[in-house]
Structure formats: structure tokens, C-alpha cells
């Protein structure tokens, strides 16, 4: 692929590694996602897929390479906003110094988010305790007024904004189905419900790249169907590009333009869905080398 | 009842095994005396009591196995098992009445006490301010805190020595010394909110007990055990004494009243009263502010804030500073209640009865935590005729609260939205 420098790609991954202690989790990977592009990252289990989306999401320091995401007219290295050591020539450059103690100080994960990427969870983590309009508002509070003397003292500028929070929460519970539920509690809701309030929440912090962990895991075939719609409606109508990792073959290839194989912590094949599905090295990972030479 | 007979059966098993329960426990206490080098053998004593037993549990099992005891039981431990619900859109209005009725009770109720009543409530208030103000922390944000009383000691020890060494009165006080526990939170906060949960408790209980030890110890500028004094308020240049210390005038003598050693206190009540309401007030609004719902959601699930563009540790670090400041503002009504601070009023058992306050008040809950401190500082004070048992009462009446009630005395209710009650 490519790089046209007008229209970069909305993320580049280069030379993507990752070791924990002497486990080398990720080797040098590297692809590229579209802007308005639906992209998997498949790949048998343990080959490092939720790895990888914690890396892009900041919530695993990459030991090597470099994470780009050119959301707005600047790029941003999602790896720098981590917060890095200290190296030996920072102190001869002041405003590289600079940079990194403060994103020593104030960066981390949520320096990914408020960049523009907005991920989902395996195992669902709502704030279940809290009602689902309440997990929304939550997810917007970048948007807010969050002045705490105006909070304090209710002024009209506040109220507003707390007004446009609510009916921006209604028109995504809207889109996702949920509108009934909105003040129910977020732990009451059966298991798909959750799934998507979870995506519904992710999209309120108004990212540019949403990355979705197996989020057909533990749906009926039904609620995968109405996953599918719901996420090319998220990318045709809401202008966000989406990143899923998942199992369930059929909701893959059906949903997805590109397709990032990975297989102990590498990438083995790239490509449409259908070039996928014929690659000798993705059958062989997925089936063995015998059954994928017998074909 | 569908089988009278096997309630029955069940009643009487019950009885039998506490009457044994009862004779072993009881048995060697009350049946064997000690007189002289002898043991004088006494056994109808706790036969007696054991049958006392017996009968009671008996008489128990058969009134919870009717209708009427059984659908007790039921909504007893149907309640006990939902934390939390959703109110409706609008409160009752009964309970909007509630607000300005209690208001107005406060304001008139110190006139008609007397001292000793007086200081009870003041001193309930003051639990009331500490509940309030670890419930941001220990409530709201979810971060447990064993040492909460170094800021109401960093409050207290505020008022007592800016008194004695920039010779600063009460109203100045009290925001720097509300400030400065707030900055204690800060500098005591940034390093340690990395962590969480149990670890974050050994620290904040280490800070306790350092904030008590240097107290007590550095006896040049605090005083040591000694303790130190501290200037009671004023209203307006007007003293509550006697004879004026401060270079002002007597409240009394400028409103040409009769002396009356009660001024003070109600004077130091409708202070705290005020301060409490207005509390309460802010924290309602905390909550429905982007600051509360963002501690309540770390609380929830801190890696869930970190995707959401929720920097944690400066969320959590302004609950912890919200929290010292209402600890420390408790702290300077305490020294001018009591005229005088020594360390010891600042122990870990402070900090415990604190924490107790939050969790019976039901974590995170403004109105439980008003009545649990209200019961929990006045109860004590109300069984003072039961002497040595009293301790025992507060202990058996906490372990039946936590029984009954373990997500705390009120059932939390989250605010509802709709788009229409918004306009």
C-alpha cells in the first residue's frame, strides 16, 4: 500500500513490538487503517490481537516502533503521549525535554482517548452501578462544562451544556436501540444490551477510530446480524472508522473491507476478505499444514 | 401456613440448641462463683438463664414461621439484596416539604436546649461535616482512606496554632486552614493515587498516624501533648465570653443581655448548621456535575475512565482534596467547640468511627450519612447510663446494621433523565 501524503491513512502501525520480559508478544507489525474503512484483526488464539489493541489504546507501552494517527491535521504518536523514559540527548534539546516530562506527568491512556481513539472491552466493563444515561454523560465529559463554581452554582451556561449532554446521549441511545432503557441501571441490562451500550458509550467520546474487542462475543445470531448493520451504520453515517478484533468468521468477512492476520505476534496475511480466506499461510495457521496442504 | 407441624418441630430444635448455646457460653460465668480459693457451684443460675433463652428463641422461631413474620423476613432480606435503584423523575412531595422543615428545626432548636445537649448535637454536627466529607472520597470515588483524621487534625491544629503564632481568629481560619488540608490532600495525594485498594489504605493510614506522631512530639511549635488553645468565634468583633480576651466587646453587654454561657455554643451551632447545609447542598450537585460523576465512574471501573479520555490520577486527586478541605473545615469547628486540642483527640479510632459512619450510611448516600453520624454520636452519648455495656450496644447495633442493612441504613436512588423535565 502505498502513502499518499494528502490523505494518509487514519493510523499507521510501524514496526509494532512488544516483549514481556522474555515473551516476545508482537514482532515488527506493521499495517495501515483507511480513513472510513472497516478493518479486523483476526487470528487464532494467543497470536496477540488484544495485545495489539492495547498498544494502539495506551494501555500497553510498546516496546519498540511507532503508533501514528493523523485524526486532525497533526499526527500524533500514540506512543509518545504514553509518557517515555528519560533519554540521554532529551536534555541537550529543551523543547523535546520539555514534552516528554510533561507527558511523564500527565500522559497515559486517556491522552490516547482524547486523541481520537475509543475502544470497547472483552469482557464488558459499563459503570454498572450507574444508570445508562449516566454511562453516557460520563463518556462526554471532555464536551462538558466542567467548571466546578459553575457546577456548584447551577449557572445558565451549565445547565446548557448538561441539556446538550443529555440530548446528545439520547440521539446515540436512539441509534443503538436503547432509548427505553436510559434510566435504567447499566448492570441490569441483558448481555447484548450491555455490548452495545458499551459501543454506544465508546462513540460519545466522539472518536475518529473506534476499536471494538470481540464485540459478537456471547450474542445469538440474530443480535450478530444487528451488530453488523449497526457498525456499517456507525462508519456510513457517524464518519468513524472502526477496528474490530473477532471470532465469528461469517460476521468478518461479511462486515469488514480489510483484514490484518495475525499469528504468534506477526502478521501473516493482509488484505480484502476474500484474499484472506484463500491465503495458504492463514489456513495453515488456522487449520495445521496438512489439512491446509490437503485442500 | 402450609405446615404447622414441622414450623413447629423446627421452633423447638431452634430453642433446644440455643438453650445448649446459652448453657455453655453462660455456664461457666454465672454458674461457677469464685469465693475466697473456693469455687462455689451455682448451676440453677444459668439453668435458669438457659431456659430464658430457650423460651425467647422459641417464641422467635414461632413469629417469624406465621404469615406476618415470614413476609417481614422476606422484605428484610429482599431490600438487603438491591443496592441501588432509580428514583422516580420528580421526589414525592412529602419530601420536598422535608427540606425546609428540617431547616427551620434546625435554626430553632438550639435556643431550647441546654448546654449538655447542646455540645451532643454540635459534636454530631461535626461528625456529620467528617462523614460528609470521606464519603467524597470513600463513597464517591472509591478510594478508601484510613487516615482521614490527619486532616481534620491538619484543620483543627490550623485554627489553634495560626491562632498563637499569625494571631488569625476564627473566620480567617477557617478557609486557610480548610486550604491547607486541601493541600495536605494534594501533596499526600499525587504520589500514592497511582496505586489503589488496599495499598492506598496502609498509606493514608500511615499519613494518620504521622500527622498524630509529629504532633505530639514536636513539642516547640505544636505543644506536644500538651495540647494548644484555641480562640472561640465572633460575630462581627463580638465575643462570647464573659469578659472579652480578644480586644473586642461581649455579645452580651452590647445587646445589654444577661451573661449566658450558651451563646457560644448556639452561636458555634447555627455556624455548623449553616456550614452542613450548604455542604449537603454542594454534594448533591456534585454528583450530577461532570466532576461526581466521573469519581463515581473510577469508582465503578477506573480502566473503563482511562479509555473514556479520563485522566484518573487528577479525578482522583481532586476527590482526595475535596475530601481533606470538608475534613479540615471539621477540624477548625472542633477546636473552637472545644477551646483546646491535644493530639490524642486525633487517633486512628477517629478515623475507624468515621469510616463506620460512611459504610452504615450506605456508601455514597448524603441523607444515610446525616443519620448514621447522628446516630452514631448520639447514641453513645444516650446510653452513657449503661456505663460499661455501652461500647458492647454500639458493637451488637453495628453488626445487626450490617446484617440487615449491608449496603448501608439508605438505599442509594440515582438521579433519572428525561428529555422533557430538562426544558
Known amino acids: 500500500m502505498?502513502?499518499?501524503?494528502?490523505?494518509?491513512?487514519?493510523?499507521?502501525?510501524?514496526?509494532?513490538?512488544?516483549?514481556?520480559?522474555?515473551?516476545?508478544?508482537?514482532?515488527?507489525?506493521?499495517f495501515d487503517i483507511r480513513r472510513g474503512s472497516i478493518s479486523a484483526l483476526i487470528g487464532p488464539n494467543g497470536a496477540g490481537k488484544t495485545t495489539v489493541f492495547n498498544?494502539?489504546?495506551?494501555?500497553?507501552?510498546?516496546?519498540?516502533?511507532?503508533?501514528?494517527?493523523?485524526?486532525?491535521?497533526?499526527?500524533?504518536?500514540?506512543?509518545?503521549?504514553?509518557?517515555?523514559?528519560?533519554?540521554?540527548?532529551?536534555?541537550?534539546?529543551?523543547?523535546?525535554?520539555?514534552?516528554?516530562?510533561?507527558?511523564?506527568?500527565?500522559?497515559?491512556?486517556?491522552?490516547?482517548?482524547?486523541?481520537?481513539?475509543?475502544?470497547?472491552?472483552?469482557?464488558?466493563?459499563?459503570?454498572?452501578?450507574?444508570?445508562?444515561?449516566?454511562?453516557?454523560?460520563?463518556?462526554?465529559?471532555?464536551?462538558?462544562?466542567?467548571?466546578?463554581?459553575?457546577?456548584?452554582?447551577?449557572?445558565?451556561?451549565?445547565?446548557?451544556?448538561?441539556?446538550?449532554?443529555?440530548?446528545?446521549?439520547?440521539?446515540?441511545?436512539?441509534?443503538?436501540?436503547?432509548?427505553?432503557?436510559?434510566?435504567?441501571l447499566a448492570g441490569e441490562l441483558s448481555y447484548g444490551r450491555q455490548r452495545r451500550l458499551e459501543i454506544?458509550?465508546?462513540?460519545?467520546?466522539?472518536?475518529?477510530?473506534?476499536?471494538?474487542?470481540?464485540?459478537?462475543?456471547?450474542?445469538?445470531?440474530?443480535?450478530?446480524?444487528?451488530?453488523?448493520?449497526?457498525?456499517?451504520?456507525?462508519?456510513?453515517?457517524?464518519?468513524?472508522?472502526v477496528l474490530l478484533i473477532e471470532h465469528d468468521m461469517g460476521m468478518v468477512m461479511g462486515v469488514s473491507d480489510h483484514v490484518v492476520v495475525l499469528d504468534h505476534g506477526e502478521v501473516i496475511a493482509e488484505g480484502t476478505p476474500h484474499t484472506v480466506e484463500n491465503d495458504p499461510a492463514v489456513l495453515t495457521a488456522y487449520l495445521g499444514a496438512d489439512y491446509a496442504k490437503g485442500i | 401456613m402450609a405446615k404447622p407441624a414441622s414450623a413447629l418441630t423446627k421452633s423447638l430444635l431452634d430453642a433446644l440448641f440455643s438453650g445448649v448455646l446459652a448453657l455453655v457460653v453462660l455456664g461457666p460465668i454465672s454458674g461457677l462463683v469464685l469465693n475466697g480459693y473456693q469455687v462455689r457451684n451455682e448451676?440453677?443460675?444459668?439453668?435458669?438463664?438457659?431456659?430464658?433463652?430457650?423460651?425467647?428463641?422459641?417464641?422467635?422461631?414461632?413469629?417469624?414461621?406465621?404469615?406476618?413474620?415470614?413476609?417481614?423476613?422476606?422484605?428484610?432480606?429482599?431490600?438487603?439484596?438491591?443496592?441501588?435503584?432509580?428514583?422516580?423523575?420528580?421526589?414525592?412531595?412529602?419530601?420536598?416539604?422535608?427540606?425546609?422543615?428540617?431547616?427551620?428545626?434546625?435554626?430553632?432548636?438550639?435556643?431550647f436546649l441546654s448546654k449538655y445537649f447542646l455540645t451532643v448535637l454540635i459534636l454530631a454536627?461535626?461528625?456529620?461535616?467528617?462523614?460528609?466529607?470521606?464519603?467524597?472520597?470513600?463513597?464517591?470515588?472509591?478510594?478508601?482512606?484510613?487516615?482521614?483524621v490527619a486532616f481534620y487534625a491538619v484543620g483543627a491544629y490550623g485554627l489553634a496554632l495560626g491562632s498563637q503564632y499569625l494571631h488569625l481568629g476564627f473566620w480567617t481560619a477557617l478557609p486557610l486552614a480548610a486550604l491547607l488540608a486541601a493541600a495536605c490532600g494534594g501533596l499526600l495525594g499525587f504520589p500514592v493515587l497511582?496505586?489503589?485498594?488496599?495499598?492506598?489504605?496502609?498509606?493514608?493510614?500511615?499519613?494518620?498516624?504521622?500527622?498524630?506522631?509529629?504532633?505530639?512530639?514536636?513539642?516547640?511549635?505544636?505543644?506536644?501533648?500538651?495540647?494548644?488553645?484555641?480562640?472561640?468565634?465572633?460575630?462581627?468583633?463580638l465575643e462570647f465570653s464573659r469578659a472579652a480576651k480578644y480586644g473586642g466587646t461581649p455579645f452580651h453587654e452590647y445587646f445589654h443581655l444577661e451573661y449566658n454561657p450558651n451563646y457560644k455554643f448556639i452561636f458555634i451551632f447555627l455556624i455548623l448548621f449553616a456550614v452542613v447545609s450548604l455542604m449537603?447542598?454542594?454534594?448533591?450537585?456534585?454528583k450530577q456535575m461532570p466532576m461526581g460523576r466521573t469519581w463515581e465512574a473510577l469508582r465503578e471501573d477506573e480502566i473503563a475512565c482511562r479509555s473514556l479520555g479520563i485522566n484518573h490520577v487528577?479525578?482522583?486527586?481532586?476527590?482526595?482534596?475535596?475530601?481533606?478541605?470538608?475534613?479540615?473545615?471539621?477540624?477548625?469547628?472542633?477546636?473552637?467547640?472545644?477551646?483546646?486540642?491535644?493530639p490524642t483527640s486525633f487517633s486512628f479510632f477517629e478515623s475507624a468511627l468515621i469510616l463506620a459512619i460512611v459504610v452504615l450510611g450506605g456508601l455514597g448516600s448524603t441523607v444515610g450519612i446525616v443519620l448514621a453520624a447522628l446516630v452514631l454520636t448520639i447514641l453513645p452519648e444516650m446510653l452513657r447510663d449503661f456505663a460499661e455495656y455501652r461500647v458492647l450496644i454500639f458493637g451488637v447495633a453495628m453488626v445487626l446494621m450490617m446484617i440487615w442493612r449491608p449496603r448501608g441504613l439508605i438505599r442509594i436512588k440515582r438521579r433519572s433523565f428525561d428529555l422533557e423535565g430538562l426544558r
Open chain 2, 125 to 148: 454536627m461535626i461528625y456529620v461535616l467528617l462523614g460528609l466529607g470521606l464519603n467524597i472520597v470513600v463513597g464517591l470515588a472509591g478510594l478508601l482512606d484510613l487516615g482521614y
Open chain 1, 55 to 184: 498498544c494502539l489504546t495506551g494501555f500497553y507501552r510498546a516496546t519498540e516502533g511507532a503508533i501514528a494517527l493523523h485524526a486532525g491535521r497533526r499526527s500524533v504518536d500514540l506512543v509518545r503521549i504514553l509518557g517515555e523514559r528519560f533519554r540521554p540527548g532529551d536534555f541537550a534539546n529543551p523543547a523535546l525535554l520539555a514534552s516528554r516530562l510533561y507527558y511523564k506527568m500527565f500522559g497515559g491512556s486517556h491522552q490516547v482517548a482524547r486523541a481520537g481513539v475509543a475502544r470497547t472491552f472483552q469482557n464488558i466493563r459499563l459503570f454498572r452501578e450507574m444508570t445508562v444515561i449516566e454511562n453516557l454523560l460520563v463518556a462526554q465529559h471532555m464536551r462538558i462544562n466542567r467548571n466546578p463554581v459553575s457546577g456548584l452554582l447551577r449557572s445558565a451556561g451549565f445547565r446548557a451544556s448538561e441539556r446538550e449532554a443529555v440530548e446528545r446521549s439520547y440521539a446515540w441511545l436512539k441509534v443503538f436501540g436503547l432509548a427505553a432503557d436510559a434510566n435504567r
Open chain 2, 314 to 342: 487528577t479525578v482522583k486527586l481532586s476527590a482526595f482534596m475535596m475530601g481533606a478541605m470538608v475534613g479540615g473545615v471539621a477540624g477548625v469547628f472542633f477546636a473552637t467547640y472545644q477551646g483546646f486540642i491535644n
Open chain 2, 280 to 286: 449537603v447542598l454542594f454534594v448533591g450537585r456534585l
Open chain 2, 43 to 111: 448451676m440453677q443460675r444459668p439453668l435458669l438463664l438457659a431456659a430464658a433463652v430457650m423460651v425467647g428463641r422459641f417464641l422467635f422461631s414461632l413469629a417469624l414461621a406465621t404469615e406476618r413474620g415470614r413476609s417481614l423476613l422476606g422484605a428484610l432480606s429482599a431490600r438487603a439484596q438491591q443496592g441501588v435503584t432509580v428514583a422516580e423523575a420528580s421526589p414525592p412531595r412529602s419530601l420536598r416539604l422535608a427540606t425546609p422543615l428540617l431547616l427551620a428545626a434546625g435554626l430553632i432548636l438550639p435556643f
Open chain 1, 200 to 241: 454506544a458509550r465508546a462513540m460519545c467520546t466522539g472518536p475518529r477510530l473506534i476499536c471494538l474487542d470481540e464485540p459478537a462475543a456471547g450474542l445469538n445470531p440474530q443480535e450478530t446480524d444487528e451488530l453488523r448493520d449497526l457498525i456499517r451504520t456507525l462508519r456510513d453515517r457517524h464518519e468513524v472508522t
Open chain 2, 194 to 237: 497511582r496505586m489503589h485498594g488496599d495499598y492506598l489504605a496502609i498509606v493514608t493510614l500511615g499519613f494518620g498516624e504521622i500527622i498524630r506522631l509529629v504532633l505530639n512530639n514536636w513539642l516547640d511549635f505544636t505543644g506536644g501533648p500538651n495540647g494548644a488553645s484555641a480562640p472561640p468565634p465572633t460575630l462581627f468583633g
Open chain 1, 2 to 30: 502505498s502513502v499518499d501524503p494528502i490523505h494518509p491513512p487514519l493510523l499507521s502501525v510501524q514496526g509494532l513490538t512488544m516483549r514481556f520480559g522474555g515473551i516476545v508478544a508482537l514482532k515488527e507489525v506493521s
